[in-house]
Every structure is written in C-alpha cells, then in structure tokens.
C-alpha cells in the first residue's frame, strides 16, 4: 500500500521530517518497507532551465544543423548549443538542458556533456517536449511564449509537483490503515502520547456545503440480499462534463501508483485512498427502468466487465442490476454497458458496505483483485458510506461540474452496532509487562477513535470502532495500547524472572518431532501430499464414497475430494519413484484425513465433517543396499511391525498391553493386524494386496502401516514413567518347537503366552520358521518359539520353569492344537 506524504499532511500538521514519519509508522507497526521520492516529472525536470535564442546561423559543416548562442540568464556568457530542430529561430524562448543534466526519453535517457558536433561547440541542448517528458512530440523544440522568464528553472516554470512516497506492508487485520485518514489516525495517536497532550487533530474533509440541488434523477435501490450488503447508499449527479482530471488530482493519483482515467472515475479513486470506502459510478442512462437492484444473478448468467472480459456467474455472485441485466460485480469490478465515458453527462454513484465472504469468495472464483475487493474483503466501515458519497459528490460538481440531482437515498435495515468490550487495567499490565497509567491507557484508546462508556477505578468498558473489525477481544486492545505507546518503551529487565514448570507430557507438535527424528534415524524418509486427490480412488477398495468430502468447485478430477486416507498419496509417490529406478523406499508421513458421516434431520451440517490426524508408512524393496558384506534381504512384515513397535514403546506403550487382531484378506490388504490398547484402536499394519498395487502402477511388494496419531497420544498420555531397579536375578530362558496350521499366527502364540503366566513371563521370541510339506505335512508350519523368565525377588528353579512350561504346553495343545515337536 502507497501513502503520500504530502497527501497525508493535508489531514495532520505533522511536525517532522519524511524520514522521521517512517521510523514513527513502522514503531506503530505500519511497516514501511521503501521511501520514494516522486516526481510529476521524471527527473523532475532537474538542470533545464528557460533560455532565449540570442542568435542562429547555419553549421559550417553540416546542412542541417544550426548553430546558436541561448542566453540562460546573466547574459553576459550566452551558451553555443548546435541544435537540429528546423524550428529554431532567433528570439524564442525554449528550455535548455545544462551540461550535466540528464534526461529521460522514450528511447532511454541519457546525461547532457560539453562537445563538439562537426567541429563546433555545444554546451548544451535544446529540448524537444518529448525530451522532456511534457509530451510526445518530436516534430522540433518546445518553444515557451515570449514572457516566459529567461533563466527560471523549467521546474519552477511547469509547477513540478515533488513527494515522497511511503510502500507500506500492511498486514492482514489493518484494513483500517488502508487509507490517508487511516495512517493520519495513528500519526495523531503517537504524537499525542509522545507530546503527553493533545496536540494534534486530523482535519477531515468539510462536506458541510453537501445539499441536493433538486430532485430531478431519482433512482431508487432495492436489496434483495441484505445479509450480502448490510448497506447501500447512493445518489445522482446530472449536467456534468467528463474530461481529463485537473493537474493537483492527477498527481495525487499517480504519486500512489495509480493512472488517471477522467474526472469522474478519478475522484472515485481519490476518495477511496483517501476515506478507505470505495466508490462506483455508473452511467445513470444505462440504467434500464430506472432502479437499481442489488441481488445475486441466476447461475450462467454472463457478464462482461470494464475489461471487456466475459464471466460465467455462479449464483453466489452479488450484482448491481438494473431492471433487466447486471450492471456491476458488487464490491469488485465495474460492467462495460454501464461505465463512465467522455459521453456520459448524469452519473448513479454508489457508497455500500458489503459482506467480506461474499465479496472473496467472488473475488478468488473469478481471479479477480481490485482496490475495492481488497477492501471489502477485509471489511469496511458501514458508517462511511454516506459521508463518502458526499465528499466525492462535492468533488466531482468542483472539477466536472453539474448538479447533485437526488437527496442521498439510504439502505441500510439492520444497524450494525459496535462491539463492546471490559478491559482491566492490570490486564494491560499483565501483557505488555509495563503498568501504564490508566489516564496514559484512556488517552490512546480515545485518540484511536475508541468510545469510553464507563470508566472504573480497575477497569474500563470501550465501544469499538466499526471500522476496527479485528478487535475483538481485549487482547487487541492492549495490542493497540502497545502500538502506540512504543514497543521501544518498554524496558527489558536486566534479570528475567521465570516459574520453571514441569510438564509431564511432552505437547503433539514435540512428540511427533520425537518420532519423526526415530524413523529417519531407520532410514525413513518424510514425505508431505496433497490433501486433495482422487475422488476415483474411494469408489472401490472398500471404501464408502459417501463418506468422501466433495470439493465444489475443483481443479481437476485429480483433485476432487479431499483425501480419506493416506495410502493412495504414499502408493503414488512409490509408483513415481519405481519409475525412476528407485526401488528401496522406506517412507513416513503425516497428515490428517477427512471424513464425512451420514446426517440426520435437524443436526447441526458441520457436525457431519470431521478430521483428524494419522501416521502411516511405506516399506518397500530390499532391506538395506546391496553389500558384500551380508546377503540381499527384502523387507519383510516383521520389518514393518518393528517399526510401529518401536513407536508405541517410545511413546510410553508397553506392548504387554497390546491387544491383536488379525486383518483378513480383502481389496487393500493381503493380510495384515490391527492393534488396539483394550477398545482403543492404535494402528493397522499389514501387506498391501496385488490388486490395490496393480491399480496404483506399483511394482513390488509394499508393507503399510497406519497408527491413529491422535488416539495414540491421548493413550500416551495415560501413562506413567516408572523406574525399576536394574534386575539382580538371572533370566531363564526355555523354547519350544511347535507343529501347528499355517493359519495360526504367532500374536495368537504370544497372546497365549501372556495369559498363562503374567508375573515372572518378560519375553517370548520367535526365532525360526520351518516349512516342509513332504516332511510337516500340508497346511503345516514349525514355530520355534523362546520364553524369557525372570523373579524380581529370586533365583528361579528349574522345577518353577519346567511347571510353567508344561502349563504353555497343554495350553497351546488345546488351544490350537499344537504338536510339541
């Protein structure tokens, strides 16, 4: 955002310099990221001057060129300038660029220097408009009339306007301060505080002389969508003359950044940057049957903009229509059947507030910003309006003349009220780390436009601005307190004085930092997609398409609905991979997925969609790089279950408290686990299945794993650290040969375990897989299985161990009808 500095001392007697106004804006937190010197002419017209032709003769040396002496004022040491113009004549009064002066031309600029052309002297250059900047001719030299005051400076001459020109980073919540008055506002609130009294007011613009002079143009205004524009104002304006802007408003303007167009659509302008409240003027004899209406078009409809570029509406779109078609985006851009031209002679001008999520959601579908939209979208001011329809009705019968030809016709049905907040002063305190007086505080918050409605000794109770939609709360206000009182006064101690608190649990954001380094220290690689994706993959696998939260107006096909689960991201990065040649992947990502549930009547729409956050990870290819030190392995299962583990015991979850259940084979797994800590479930993990594989282009096996981030860290945080004396007894360790069906798995072996011994039982291990169907018998599998025993109170005998085991023994014979081998 521009402000001029000169522009805004129109409205504060700002006592300093252009430097010192940008440390003071940027202490405020009005960030100025550049001061810029502006010129209404580049170069400002630096080192030309008026000069009198003395004398003309033909060169010597060349037919075409004329040899000159120019008085430049002093006339004693005339100037020999060789000039090419065939207009040159003695007498006239031209402007002269001195030696070292430089100019800027529509081919580039150039420096002017002391030389010799064919032979002769020139110390100087008489200049072309074009040359100059004054305009565009180049048909021979400028020639000035003959009072024109030989040895003035042309920038004297031409009334050369000179600023300097602020670019402030306006942050999002500021719309207040996008605007002179705005800036001017908080220049008055710190100079004030820093006098220590109220020493400087902002003079705003006098409408006092506004009256309608008749009521010949009424045009009446129906809003059908109030919800969508809170407020409409506006009134007409005949007889007046479209033409190019006077000097003083031009220069306003393009001090800003901002090109002239007429006078008309310029004021509006002005006053925008001026009042903050954007303004649109229409041709009122565009305006079939003569009434305005504001409501949203039927979807299809087309719309051609001052662009001359044709939009599809949605039905969400806000237009002003009159009796037959849309005539204006509301809030954001003008139509070219109702603009402003050179012909227009009676104006409809428009002052409304509009709501920001209609006018954004607009803005982002059709792609288009505008000085407006920026605005509004942020929100505006209702109580503007109307004075802003007068300053700008006022300004425009000043430079284009004509009649205010309508009273100011005023739709406004639901008074907006201003949010009123308690604030305490040792709140005030308590933020900013300083007490401020309490006069100090009530003297800020006035000067910033705040209503005190009651003051108490320990708190007072404020009406907020309308146009300071971003506070809120009380916090914004002592964020505003800060602001202007200076950041930079207030002391940092010397000691800083802090409560050490002991937080047993570490928050998400550290323990999935706790995680994340774990799995890169495996050799996982993060990897972060897109939460959009392919509404196609949820309409098999076993998923419930229903349940997909639709996007309503997607990119592409490919970005339709937003994911419901991490899987398909994770097998689209492996299959991108694969076909690089990178075969060995172990992956890891986090993200949330979303989901929708069936509603019924009368429940509250947004309890329908729900998100929450997930772990999952990918295993494929081989174990580790090829080497010759250790044979080639492929990732196995127990790879992939290692890992989950690993993650739950760093997370405080003791696997003794896992309960298993195996996943059968279906669409997404060949087969696979779920894990729960009792009803809770944890994680799912198993071996992905050929069909998803081959539906994702995906080549290899791949291992997947999904832990439920959240319900993980709500278990985590059950559970207490407790420390154990270093064991003083030895383990005993027995293993077991087992015979049993291919189907059984070896969590049921460990369940079995657990539940038969749970005191002195601390391990059990498989620590081999024997296959042999000539040898076993078909559908059979030999398990050798370990048993770790320890007492924390004593050495155990073998008469103990060999109990115990026998118990394992008749349990796996009847539970699963084991042969001990």
Same mark, same amino acid.
Request: glycine share 6%.
């Given at each position: ?95 002269v660029a001195l030696t070292g002066a430089t100019l800027y031309t529509p081919q580039g600029e150039f420096s002017i220097k002391k030389t010799k052309i064919r032979g002769e002297v020139s110390e100087g250059m008489i200049c072309a408009e074009d040359e ?186 806000l237009m002003i229509c009159n009796d037959s078609t849309p005539m204006c985006m509301g809030g954001i851009l003008g139509g070219i059947e109702s603009g402003v031209t050179e012909n227009t002679s009676r104006i409809f001008l428009e002052s409304a507030c ?39 009705? @006022?300004? =425009? ?6 009649? +205010?030809? #309508?009273?100011? !016709?005023?739709?406004?049905? *639901?008074?907006? &009220? ?63 307190? @800060?602001? =202007? ?6 002391? +940092?101690? #010397?000691?800083? !004085?802090?409560?050490?608190? *002991?937080?047993? &649990? ?37 998923f419930d398409p229903e349940a997909s939260v639709v996007i309503q107006n997607p990119l592409s096909q490919d970005l339709n609905v937003m994911r419901q689960t991490l899987l398909f991201g994770g097998l689209e990065t492996i299959a991108y991979n694969q ?243």
């Amino acid at each position: 955002m521009k402000i001029s500095y000169n522009w805004l001392k129109e409205y504060i007697d700002y006592p300093g310099s252009p430097e010192e106004l940008a440390v003071l804006l940027t202490d405020s937190g009005l960030e100025v990221e550049s001061l810029d010197r502006f010129e209404s002419i580049r170069g400002g017209l630096k080192g030309v001057v008026i000069g009198e032709v003395i004398s003309c003769h033909p060169h010597p040396n060349a037919d075409k060129l004329t040899l000159t002496l120019v008085d430049v004022g002093g006339g004693d040491n005339p100037l020999p300038i060789v000039c090419g113009a065939p207009n040159v004549a003695e007498g006239q009064k031209v402007l002269v660029a001195l030696t070292g002066a430089t100019l800027y031309t529509p081919q580039g600029e150039f420096s002017i220097k002391k030389t010799k052309i064919r032979g002769e002297v020139s110390e100087g250059m008489i200049c072309a408009e074009d040359e100059l900047g004054l305009g565009s001719s180049h048909d021979g030299i400028m020639v000035l009339p003959d009072q024109a005051p030989t040895g003035m400076s042309a920038a004297d001459y031409f009334n050369v306007a000179r600023d300097w020109v602020y670019e402030i980073g306006l942050t999002p919540n500021r719309i207040d301060a996008a605007s002179h008055i705005g800036v001017a506002r908080d220049v008055m609130a710190v100079v004030n505080h820093q006098k220590k009294k109220k020493e400087v007011n902002i003079r705003m613009p006098d409408i006092s002389s506004f009256v309608a002079d008749n009521n010949d143009l009424p045009i009446p205004v129906f809003v059908e969508d109030p919800d969508a524009c809170p407020r409409y104002s506006s009134l007409t304006i005949k007889g007046l003359r479209v033409s190019e802007s006077p000097d003083w408003l031009k220069n306003r303007l393009q001090s800003i950044g901002l090109k002239p167009i007429n006078n008309v659509v310029d004021i509006t302008n002005f006053v925008l940057h001026e009042l903050g409240q954007p303004l649109h003027a229409f041709d009122a004899d565009a305006i079939d049957g003569g009434k305005v209406v504001v409501k949203k078009s039927p979807p299809g409809t087309i719309f051609e903009t001052l662009d001359k570029e044709k939009l599809e509406l949605t039905g969400n779109d806000l237009m002003i229509c009159n009796d037959s078609t849309p005539m204006c985006m509301g809030g954001i851009l003008g139509g070219i059947e109702s603009g402003v031209t050179e012909n227009t002679s009676r104006i409809f001008l428009e002052s409304a507030c509009f709501d920001p999520l209609t006018i954004r959601r607009s803005s982002k579908h059709h792609g288009i910003k505008t000085d407006a939209s920026f605005r509004f979208e942020r929100g505006s001011d209702p109580n503007m309006t109307i004075y802003a329809l007068k300053r700008a009705a @006022l300004m =425009i019968k000043e430079v284009a003349g004509g009649q +205010i030809s #309508s009273n100011v !016709h005023d739709v406004y049905p *639901i008074k907006k &009220k201003p949010v009123e907040l308690e604030l305490g002063f040792s709140r005030v305190q308590t933020l900013i780390g300083k007490k401020i007086p309490a006069d100090e505080v009530l003297g800020i918050l006035e000067d910033l436009d705040f209503s005190i409605l009651e003051s108490k000794k320990e708190s007072v109770k404020l009406a907020v601005p309308l146009y300071r939609v971003d506070v809120t709360r009380d916090a914004d206000v002592v964020e505003e307190i @800060l602001r =202007i009182y200076g950041y930079n006064n207030v002391d +940092i101690p #010397s000691k800083m !004085h802090s409560s050490i608190v *002991i937080s047993p &649990k570490p928050d998400k954001e550290s323990l999935q930092n706790i995680v994340s380094d774990m799995l890169a220290a495996r050799g996982f690689t993060e990897i972060m997609n897109n939460s959009l994706t392919k509404g196609a993959y949820y309409e098999n696998m076993g998923f419930d398409p229903e349940a997909s939260v639709v996007i309503q107006n997607p990119l592409s096909q490919d970005l339709n609905v937003m994911r419901q689960t991490l899987l398909f991201g994770g097998l689209e990065t492996i299959a991108y991979n694969q076909n690089r040649k990178v075969q060995n992947m172990k992956l890891y990502e986090f993200g949330n997925i979303y989901l929708k549930k069936r509603m019924q009547e009368r429940e509250n729409p947004l309890d329908a969609y729900s998100e929450r956050m997930v772990l999952a990870f990918f295993l494929t290819g081989k174990r580790q790089p090829e080497s010759w030190s250790e044979p080639e392995q492929s990732i196995s299962f127990f790879d992939l279950k290692n890992a989950a583990y690993a993650i739950l015991q760093r997370l405080g979850i003791d696997p003794e408290m896992l309960r298993v259940e195996e996943v059968s084979g279906n669409d997404r797994f060949a087969y696979g686990m779920d894990v729960y800590v009792e009803k809770t479930h944890l994680a799912r993990l198993g071996l992905l299945s050929k069909k998803l594989l081959g539906s994702m282009d995906v080549k290899d096996k791949v291992f997947y794993g999904m832990i439920e981030w959240e319900a993980l860290i709500a278990v985590s945080a059950e559970q207490s650290l407790t420390y154990r004396d270093v064991p003083r007894f030895p383990e005993v360790r027995r293993d077991l040969a087992l015979l049993i069906d291919k189907k059984i798995s070896f969590v049921e072996i460990e369940n079995i375990a657990r539940q038969t011994e749970k005191r002195i039982l601390k391990e059990v291990n498989l620590f081999d897989v024997y296959e042999d169907e000539a040898k076993l018998g078909k559908q059979k599998k030999s398990y050798a299985v370990s048993f770790t025993f320890q007492d924390n109170n004593k050495t155990l005998t073998d008469k103990e161990i060999d109990k115990i085991m026998d118990k394992l023994t008749r349990s796996y014979e009847k539970t699963l009808g084991a042969v001990i081998r």
